[in-house]
């Protein structure tokens, strides 16, 4: 074929993809029992007018506009109250009480001169992996109450962290109570706080190593105190651990415990790697890297596929000792979106959202002292007739999560409006950069990134009001935000079902 011919033949096919595109019937033709659909150049243009409606930017920017405070103690109350009333990006609180994280916040303040570590356990989906929005939530919860380190890890971290570098080697099984048909399962059910466990036999090893990852946060580099949850352990089992150029440090258990245990090495100043060596046999439930000195983490755990229902199946009794032994004082459950696929009813977001609350009582059970924080799913998209749109009934499933945490004791904080609400992950993902991945589904790092930080902000909008709050009259706070919120917070009105639907 001649030259001339090839181009003549390619214009030709661009052409008549052309006058496809420009011509096509929008609602397609169906042939068969088949209905056979091309982008329209009617969609394209629908699509372009409604990017530019979207503005992601200004979004974002009115988002950071939310967290400037007015000076004056009345206007600043004037804005606390518009806050918890208006603010798309608040966390909604039970009954509308501003009090709901006070007692959490004194024991954050504390920390430090206490020496504590106050952790924050963020269980999600597959939205936290590699650390993904708890990295820059512990970064901001750390520069105000102190505190570093990527916080409490499994031995065997299937999806690499950008927190951290660890390895493994050695005489060890993985159980995980999430997972593939590959992944073991414990009959005793003894997961713990991280949803996993490793059975230790002989010789095995631990390594990690600060991160270079570039989206790694700056205090999470700084390890100063190395800690290992365990139990089950045979007589005479030891652990050593090695760090740096500092001298080595052996512990050696003389007698079988059956409890939950922390044995922990603090450290004289920050190191760069280290390995903690096990000989014997022990379940191990995690290793937490933190501070010597003390203040807040996040623990985070990333359940890939995970709809947030697992947690009643875990023995309460170890759950209830690694919490209380990590002194665990929030527990944050970010979940909604691997529901999506399987709720193809309004009936099907009312079981789903009872098997919710259901979780809800199990961690009251097993953490009186903690405070509960449902972070709601994210806008995620899917093709409707050849058009990427949000899911059915998310926005539903996502009102009803606020509206029965809320009616449960539960906070909430809804990524959903925060995002722009329906349709918004479309432009999320056509942001440049980008913020969300092609899939339409996950965020990205810097869209992760805002998230988290959008997160952080909004609780340490809430310390700031009860920072504010301890140098003012308490009945005077009290009279001007009951007159200020009219004694209601809006909430919104489900037509579905009601909570008579989930007893």
């Known amino acids: 074929m ?35 659909r091309f982008p329209s150049y009617e969609a394209a243009l629908q699509e372009r007018e409604d990017s530019s409606k979207f503005d992601v930017d200004a979004l974002l920017a009115s988002v950071q506009e939310g967290w400037q405070i007015p000076s004056g103690s009345r206007d600043t109350l004037d804005y606390y109250a518009g806050f918890l009333r208006d603010n798309p990006a608040r966390v909604y609180l039970p009954d509308g009480d501003y009090t709901f994280f006070d007692s959490l916040f004194v024991e954050m303040e504390s ?3 206490s020496g504590r570590t106050v952790r924050v356990l963020h269980y999600g989906d597959s939205q936290l992996e590699m650390d ?45 109570i999430v997972g593939d048909s590959l992944t073991r399962r414990a009959a005793h059910h ?23 990852n570039r989206y790694a946060q700056e205090r999470a580099r700084k390890i100063s105190k190395v800690s290992v949850l365990l139990s089950r352990n ?39 790697r280290g390995t903690v060596s096990f000989d014997g046999s022990a379940e191990v439930y995690g290793i937490q890297l933190d501070a010597a000195s003390g203040g807040v983490t996040v623990d985070n755990v990333a359940l890939r596929g995970c709809a947030g229902n697992i947690f009643t199946t875990i023995a309460p009794q ?62 995620m998209c899917k093709s409707v007739n050849g058009k990427l749109v949000s899911w059915p009934r998310l926005r539903m499933l996502n009102d009803s999560l606020r509206v029965h945490c809320l009616e449960n004791g539960v906070a909430f904080w809804d990524t959903f409006g925060m995002m722009g609400g329906e349709g918004s992950m479309f432009h999320w993902v056509h942001h440049n950069p980008p913020l969300a991945g092609p899939d339409h589904i996950h965020f990205t790092h810097r869209g992760a990134a805002e998230v988290g930080s959008a997160l952080a902000r909004s609780l340490l909008t809430y310390y700031d009001f009860f920072r504010l709050r301890r140098d003012l009259p308490e009945a005077a706070v009290q009279e001007y935000m009951d007159s200020a919120l009219n004694a209601e917070i809006p909430q919104p009105q489900l037509d579905t079902f009601t909570t008579e639907d989930l007893e």
């Open 190 to 212: 003894r997961y713990g706080p991280l949803t996993q466990f490793v059975s230790v036999y002989g010789h095995a090893v631990f390594s990690f190593r600060a991160t270079k």
């Open 318 to 379: 170890v759950m209830e000792e690694g919490l209380a032994r990590s002194d665990v004082r929030l527990i944050l459950l970010q979940f909604g979106g691997n529901a999506m696929p399987s709720i193809a009813s309004d009936k099907g977001v009312s079981l789903f959202v009872k098997k919710i609350v259901a979780q809800f009582d199990y961690f009251r059970t097993v953490a009186p002292d903690a405070k509960l924080l449902f972070v709601g799913p994210a806008d």
């Open 234 to 272: 045979s007589p005479k089992f030891s652990l050593t651990l090695r760090c740096d150029t500092l001298p080595s440090q052996r512990v050696v258990l003389d007698t079988t415990r059956t409890d939950l245990m922390l044995v922990s090495w603090p450290l004289p100043h920050d190191v760069d």
């Open 132 to 176: 993904r929005i708890s990295a820059v939530l512990r970064e901001e919860l750390q520069e105000r109450f102190g505190g570093s380190g990527p916080g409490m890890v499994p031995v065997i971290q299937r999806v690499p962290t950008v927190s951290l570098s660890q390895t493994w080697s050695g005489g060890m099984t993985r159980f995980a």
């Open 111 to 113: 920390a430090v001169d």
């Open 2 to 36: 001649k030259r001339y011919q090839i181009l003549l033949f390619f214009l030709a096919l661009f052409a008549g993809l052309f006058l496809l595109w420009r011509y096509f019937p929008s609602e397609g033709v169906r042939v068969g029992g088949q209905v056979l």
